[in-house]
């Protein structure tokens, strides 16, 4: 297991001087943020932040994500184009050291959550997801960080409405075509492939979503017979599913060598389709890390693992989910597990 952390890049508040000095940590994991999404990544600007996470002596092995454009995942004439793009930036990225580039394929919105500040009882705040609150939600008029903004409310009914029209079928179907497409050149340049579940694993604003649960992935590893063809297991986004069993999915995908990344956090679940999210540390939550990297330790996994979104603690301000304190603190705590599972095995 190599433990990494998440960096935005120069504009994050969090410096690579900080991540370097958290015990154990490998490297970061990063993206080119400069480029709309589907454009190929200028290679000058793969280099510079890769010898910049070097010069700090990091290593820049994983990307997440490589967005995958709306045209792709709709499966409009112009995705031949953009799928051109996706494979360059595969071999770009290859070519500069990465080994594991992570995606998703979530229509329109990325991980979506119902109020990013929520004050618990320990005077640190959270992300959270209410049902009810998400229900009464007008997707046109929201954004959340990851999301791209740079769509009108128009043009974002249009699009939602233009997934309601595929469904999940059709969805399935472009991935299938992408997957086919792009995963060739993956094998070729040795680069693993990691999709992301969808956060959370349900249908949201009546837009279709399909990787959700362990048949779903099943079935999704099914589209391309080789072991770069895998997944970035997220606990936090897997697990908001009381149908999913997360330990259960990374005993079987682990066993199979397909999960190449793993995301680990913790969420309080309160209730059928509503969650907070919560420290690392298992009783806090609802999820017992240590059962859960005890599974990751028996399947011999040897893929990248980071924390994931953290609490914002000691009046930290900055990136929701993506303070520097409490993932520290996250990584550490599994640092430690792990530590303890070699020794004890
Ligand atoms: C949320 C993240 C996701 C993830 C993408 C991967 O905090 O885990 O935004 O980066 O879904 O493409």
């Known amino acids: 297991m190599k433990m990494t952390f998440r960096w935005f890049g120069d504009d994050d508040p969090v410096k690579l001087d900080d991540i370097r000095q958290i015990p154990g940590m490998t490297g970061v994991v990063t993206a080119v943020y400069s480029v709309p999404v589907g454009e190929v990544w200028p290679e000058e600007e793969i280099i510079r932040l890769k010898s910049e996470v070097e010069e700090k002596g990091l290593e820049m092995e994983v990307i997440e994500s490589v967005p995958v454009h709306e045209d792709i995942k709709l499966g409009r004439d112009t995705r031949d184009q953009y799928i051109e793009n996706y494979k360059e930036n595969i071999r770009l990225l290859a070519k500069h050291g990465v080994k594991c580039i992570c995606y998703n394929f979530m229509p329109v919105f990325d991980w979506t959550r119902s109020q990013l500040d929520h004050k618990l009882k320990d005077g640190s705040s959270a992300l959270i997801y209410y049902k009810e609150d998400v229900e009464k939600l007008d997707p046109t008029k929201l954004s959340l960080p990851g999301w791209d903004e740079s769509y009108s409310p128009e043009e974002m009914k249009e699009l939602i409405d233009a997934y309601k029209t595929i469904g999940e079928e059709g969805l399935w179907e472009n991935l299938e075509y992408f997957i086919k497409e792009i995963m060739p050149v993956a094998v070729e340049e040795d680069v693993n492939m990691a999709i992301h579940p969808d956060d959370p694993p349900w249908s949201i604003f009546g837009i279709p979503r399909i990787i959700t649960t362990k ?27 009381t149908f999913n069993n997360y330990r259960d999915m990374v005993q079987h995908f682990g066993g199979q060598g397909r999960i190449h990344f793993a995301h680990v956090r913790n ?11 919560a420290a690392h540390y298992s009783p806090c939550g609802s999820l017992d890390i240590v059962e859960i990297l005890k599974a990751y330790h028996d399947v011999g996994f040897k893929g990248y693992l980071r924390p994931d979104h953290g609490r914002m603690i000691w009046g930290e301000t900055g990136k929701p989910g993506y303070g520097l304190y409490d993932r520290a603190l996250g990584a550490m705590y599994m640092t430690g597990i792990w530590e303890t599972l070699e020794k004890l095995a």
């Open 215 to 241: 048949e779903n992935l099943d079935r999704f590893l099914d589209l391309y017979d080789d072991v770069h063809h895998g997944l970035t297991l997220c606990s936090g986004s897997l697990a908001a599913g």
């Open 267 to 277: 969420i309080k679940i309160l209730g059928e389709g509503s969650f907070e999210e």
